[in-house]
């Protein structure tokens, strides 16, 4: 039992070094830079997504039917894959082979991660610090996402290449890191399952669990708006004069306030409880969108909006995991991230070929008006329910 609560530790710091990714502040430019276009990009991240989608399920699988761990090692192998062909590359189709490796890294760790961990809780009756611990472990994420985007940013300054030169070293590290994991035995699968079955007997579950959806409708379509936002914000800063360092800088303070946010999310939602943090997040997230499309405070209202997305995650986190079984949990967290990616396929072309065309504005509008719409009615279905059955939660 030790041996399985020492994956928690570890956890804070591979979280640290997979999300350390010091390209992540100029992916954009830097594809931009080896000639494509606004178009072409979306159109790459389409590929991703698409990627995402197709594999989701069956990655979920591999980690249910394989083990957390397994699953972990191979995505990061993926990463480190990934980065190799973004250095290497130079045309459209070996970039988005190397993007298709980089969804495979997300796939194999998108369910595996959380599972394990939560697996590794539940194994020593601790499931009801995992809001804790999960404010913990975001903490780490946006720790390694500033120090990312300041130091991408400033390294890009110099040299595009070394960005993802030093990118790939780190993924190696996490890739050796990752096999110091035990497998917890909670929802360990001992027999041989048919995959489709398992696959059909998630949905299933899903199903006996509709509650469950209406957190990953509000969620995933709050991450949609926000992710495609930051990603086009590089390009979007640029066309306004702003240098790599400076972008890297924005970018980060927003993760500075993601990681202020993310200390105080586990105590904000004790004394709130679910239905008021609710109704006082989403009237908040409806005005920032809004502030970024039609105000010239764009950078303010990215970065605060990036805050409020640090508490709902590490909220809702706990609020999903609570409501599924431990069998099929990596399989089930993998069908949240597929919401995502099907929803980001046409998407994020979409707001690429409106900024190409129409300009930058037009496109934060068009997501303004869209947040307000999926916002607004997963506020109805959450607030409607009749929520989260809560177990006993420990002071800290």
Partial sequence: MKTVLGNIRKNYIFSFLCNTAFSESIWVLYLASRGMNLIQIGILESIFHITNMLC?????????????????????????ISTIIMITGSSFWQFALGLIFSALSYNLESGAGDALIYDSMMECGQEDRYMEVRSKQEICFQSAKIISLVAGGMIATYSYL??????????LASLIFSFSFKEPQVGKVTERINFF????????????????????????SFSLFLTTLGFYFQKFLNTKGYMEYQIGLVLAASSVVGLLASTLAYRIERR????????????????????LAFTQMESLALVLLSGIEAILFVVFSDYINKQIPSRQRATILSFQSMFFSIMMITFFPAVGAISEYRGFKTAFAVIAVLALMLISISTFLMLRGKGVEKKTEQSG
Avoid: C, N, Q
């Avoid at 399920?57 to 993926?78: C, E, H, L, W």
């Avoid at 899903?206 to 969620?219: C, M, P, Q, R």
């Avoid at 409806?286 to 502030?291: A, E, K, S």
């Fill in 56 to 80: 989701e399920v069956p990655t979920g699988y591999i980690a249910d039917r394989f083990g957390r761990r397994t699953s972990r090692i191979m995505g990061r192998g993926a990463a480190f």
């Fill in 197 to 220: 079955r398992h696959v059909r007997d998630s949905i299933r579950v899903v199903w006996e669990h509709k509650g469950v959806l209406k957190y990953i409708l509000y969620f995933e």
């Fill in 162 to 171: 070394m960005v993802y030169g030093v990118t790939a070293a780190i993924h």
């Fill in 272 to 291: 709130l409880g679910e239905k008021r943090l609710i109704i006082t997040a989403s009237p908040i997230v409806i005005l920032l969108f809004g502030m």
